[in-house]
Nanobody, 126 residues
């Protein structure tokens, strides 16, 4: 049973940095793609960043490109989202997701993902 557990959310000021973690268990993640999505209050869930666990290749939403970095630690089976220069519009619940195909095509498509974490709240005050 695959489980994804997010941590690292919190309340910060605009311009601050924050790193989210997603601890994955119960699967062979070298053949997976992993991603972060977010959902702001009253809005639909949207893609933030994703990567191929096998190759480390990644993709980002335009709104976070250059500010956020997704990475993985193979030994810890953990995916990170490093967020810099946070803005009020980054406020959302952030979800980790896993997909049983490692390729990058369709990385931003929510329906492609098989497993989801419970989410962690990030609040950015301006």
């Amino acid at each position: 049973q695959v489980q994804l557990v997010e941590s690292g959310g919190g309340s910060v000021q605009a311009g601050d940095s924050l790193t989210l973690s997603c601890a994955a268990s119960g699967g062979t993640f070298s053949s997976y793609a992993m991603a972060w999505f977010r959902q702001a209050s009253g809005k639909e869930r949207e893609f933030v960043a994703g990567l191929s666990w096998e190759t480390g290749g990644s993709g980002y939403a335009n709104s976070v490109k250059g500010r956020f970095t997704i990475s993985r630690d193979n030994a810890k089976n953990t995916v990170y989202l490093q967020m810099k220069t946070l803005k009020a519009e980054d406020t959302a619940v952030y979800y980790c997701a896993a997909r049983r195909q490692t390729y990058l095509y369709g990385l931003s498509v929510q329906e492609e993902y098989d497993y989801w974490g419970q989410g962690t709240q990030v609040t950015v005050s301006s």
